[in-house]
């Protein structure tokens, strides 16, 4: 089935430990994405990549790093985790030139950093 | 600079009643707009768009017409089920951002038998 698969679904995780999370999609879409979802303030754009090769910053970027080595993978990791950030994550793609076609959004992590 | 604002929720509704979420936006250019909706322990999904002003988009009973006088995006649905009970989120992107969607607080919708 064509999609985004996440992993791992949920993880608790003591503070100062480093974590990554995987993104993988099937669809070979260029652009890739990284939101953490927090109750009252919605979805935040950690981490960007347009296309393999490339990433960028969002909106939240601190305390958090990206790699795009291939079109299929986009891993997000926490160097040194902190209770600030727990949270719900979320990894997205999307088609460049046709985002209008909307995201296709994984099923999510859900971090617990204690 | 951009953002989209909802209705705080919860919006708690009996079935068959009529709903209304509304989003009203802030960007420059003409953006496009967005609903999503994420079902309990899901990622979100594209419940429907508009690219331009007057558009409407509509899926599965819901519409929402993008109307730049006003700059909202409103959700309607004429008569919900259980089955809607959700989140809805209201994004934009504008025609500059390289696809980055920007969403908004997201509103939970609680329909009862």
Redesign the interface.
Known sequence: IAG?TQAPTSQILAAGRRMTLRCTQDMRHN?M?W?RQDL??????IH?S?TAGTTGK?EVPDGYSVSRANTDDFPLTLASAVPSQTSVY?C?S?E?GN?????T????TRLTVV | GNSVTQMEGPVTLSEEAFLTINCTYTATGYPSLFWYVQYPGEGLQLLLKATKADDKGSNKGFEATYRKETTSFHLEKGSVQVSDSAVYFCALRRSDSWGKLQFGAGTQVVVTP
């Open positions: 985004i652009a994405y939101y009252g303030l919605g979805l935040r754009l960007y347009n969002g979320f997205a999307s460049r985002e209008n076609y909307g995201y959004f994984g099923s999510g």
